[in-house]
Nanobody, 121 residues
């Protein structure tokens, strides 16, 4: 089992930045791929970014490419999503996920409870 807890969400203005963190406990986080998904009100959960267990492979949704950066620190059992140039359409609940398979599909084994990100125009 892996427990994930997100933090760092909040309110930002358009063009601003936020940094989300994902703290992992339980089984060794180092062996897991990690991803971030988000879900806006009335919409399905969508893929944002993913990183391989060694941190050597990353994938991004086209909507965030060049603005968001995903990273992973296996020594500290943490993952991070650095978000810059935020847009109102980035407003959503952001979820951290972990699993043995690196994928952009909503099929990760473990999920956090989510953290709200609100971007005002």
């Amino acid at each position: 089992q892996v427990q994930l807890v997100e933090s760092g969400g909040g309110l930002a203005q358009a063009g601003g930045s936020l940094r989300l963190s994902c703290a992992a406990s339980g089984r060794a986080f180092g062996g897991y791929a990690m991803a971030w998904f988000r879900q806006a009100p009335g919409k399905e959960r969508e893929f944002v970014a993913a990183i391989g267990w060694k941190g050597d492979r990353t994938y991004y949704a086209d909507s965030v490419k060049g603005r968001f950066t995903i990273s992973k620190d296996n020594a500290k059992n943490t993952g991070t999503l650095q978000m810059k140039s935020l847009k109102p359409e980035d407003t959503a609940v952001y979820y951290c996920a972990a699993g043995l398979v690196l994928t952009t599909i909503n099929q990760y084994d473990y999920w956090g409870q989510g953290t709200q990100v609100t971007v005002s125009s």
